[in-house]
């Protein structure tokens, strides 16, 4: 095996496995080719070589033997600071030790090759940074990655790394995923320990994997489960790997396509994708999940409110060195009505009994993820139902309402001919992660989902 650039993270691990390739010979193309591409793309914040090296001399072993990965630069690394895409932060000393899940990807024998650029402490869906500048999208610099995990998605999508690891709050796994054309999980709430990554909204924030193939995002999922003291979020069940029940096909499984909110303002590839996967799949029932718009504004809601929360001392102290479009929200925020926040979260419960009774009568739901293809770098607004709205605020308007109550979702990317890639959402019950990717897993090997290998 010669080339890892386009290599998927499961056959980089055989070849490691078999003695056809070394990890030191991954990691120095690695290395390279983030010397040489990142300057392009953006995508990095710090590349961490020396590390690299040195693990990778020691022969790791385990699924992972040998893959490189990096991870948003708010995911502690031992020996840097984490930014969270802020000013701020670099003023801090560096972390002590490595977060939980790039510890678990390690003892799997993949090798941590750096940080990833991103949205400023994640409340961004552009990937447009002030301090670090943006990350860009690997099939049209000009263009977005998508926030906040834009150096994610760039990177893997731009071929620096097969798997990277960002956040989700209120979509920042899922647009990224879109606009950079390739795979990209959003886990259940409390699934994957957050430990050792600095918070933007606790009750909503999400860690997931990032990938150009499904079963090398099944294979970073898996692992990466399990209990963790460390995070009291993260939930003690056990289930089975998803990647034993990858290749089991879709084969009885009941499958809605959204309809009303979620057709509503999407435009033509978003619509073409979403039928393209609806008919592949056989999913001739349309589903409206309720109260969708009132779901998404309570998302807003606590979203600013606890995020201000979080940041009022800095806010109160260090107001010029924050991006002036995240602090603006951030103040707007601290001066929301208690009684907004306490209505939101009485709506969130309704909201979440409700959807979750639909998952009684069908097994999954797909949605578009982006209501449009990468916008352009430093655009502030679009199309949306006919209307030019701010763009920033509304790219997350179908992720919104699906992680407000901490449902898996499998982002899958969808080839448009000739155009930017776009991908529709798979969402299902809480803890069924296995059902989402086993859909990816049979939609890529169809060739109905496929992450495309941009221009160099």
């Not at 090759?113 to 049209?140: K, W």
């Not at 150009?212 to 209990?227: E, H, K």
């Not at 430093?378 to 139902?385: A, I, S, V, Y």
């Not at 890639?421 to 809480?430: K, R, S």
Request: aromatic share 6%.
């Amino acid at each position: 095996m010669t080339g890892f650039a386009w290599a998927s993270a499961a056959s980089i691990a055989a070849a490691v496995g078999r003695g056809e390739a070394t990890a030191s010979q991954v990691i120095e193309q690695t290395l390279e080719r983030i010397e040489r591409r990142d300057a392009v793309l953006n995508a990095f914040t710090a590349v961490t070589a020396d590390r690299a090296l040195t693990r990778a001399a020691t022969a790791p072993q385990g699924p992972l033997a040998g893959v490189p990965f990096a991870v948003k630069n708010l995911i502690d690394i031992a020996g840097l600071p984490t930014l969270a895409g802020s000013k701020i932060n670099r003023e801090h000393p560096p972390a002590r030790a490595d977060a939980t899940l790039v510890a678990r990807l390690e003892a799997a024998g993949a090798i941590l090759v750096g940080a990833l650029n991103m949205g400023e402490y994640a409340y961004d869906f552009t990937g447009e940074n002030s301090h670090d500048g943006a990350s860009r999208n690997p099939h049209d610099p000009t263009r977005m990655s998508g926030g906040s995990s834009g150096g994610s998605g760039s990177a893997v999508g731009g071929g620096l790394v097969p798997i990277a690891l960002g956040s989700d709050t209120n979509g920042s796994i899922r647009v990224p995923s879109s606009f950079c054309g390739i795979f990209g999980l959003k886990p259940t709430y409390g699934r994957l320990s957050r430990a050792g990554s600095f918070p933007f909204v606790s009750s909503l924030d999400h860690l997931g994997p990032f990938a150009r193939y499904t079963a090398d995002l099944a294979l970073a999922y898996d692992a990466m489960t399990g209990p963790d003291a460390d995070d009291p979020t993260c939930t003690h069940r056990l289930d089975k790997p998803a990647g034993a029940s990858l290749t089991t096909g879709t084969a009885g499984l009941r499958i809605a396509s959204a309809a009303g909110y979620f057709r509503a303002g999407a435009g033509p590839e978003a619509l073409a994708a979403l039928d393209h996967v609806a008919n592949a799949l056989g999913a001739t029932r349309s589903i409206e999940l309720p109260e969708v718009a009132r779901a998404r504004a309570a998302a807003y809601v606590i979203t600013t409110s606890e995020g201000a929360a979080l940041h009022l001392h800095r806010l109160r102290t260090r107001a010029q060195d924050f991006d002036p479009d995240v602090r603006d929200r951030l103040i707007a925020g601290a001066m929301v009505p208690s009684a907004w926040v306490v209505q939101a979260q009485k709506f969130r419960r309704w909201y979440r009994d409700a959807v979750l009774r639909l998952f009684e009568e069908v097994d999954a739901i797909i949605a578009p993820a982006t209501p449009c293809v990468a916008p352009k770098i430093g655009q502030k607004t679009f199309q949306l139902n006919g209307e030019e709205v701010p763009l920033r605020p509304n790219i997350g308007i179908y992720t919104q309402p699906i992680s407000f109550i901490g449902l898996p979702v499998v982002a899958v990317p969808v080839p448009q001919p000739g155009g930017m890639p776009i991908a529709v959402q798979i969402i299902t019950a809480p803890w069924r992660e296995d059902v989402a990717l086993r859909i990816a897993y049979d939609l890529e090997a169809r060739g109905i989902a496929r992450a495309q290998q941009p221009p160099e």
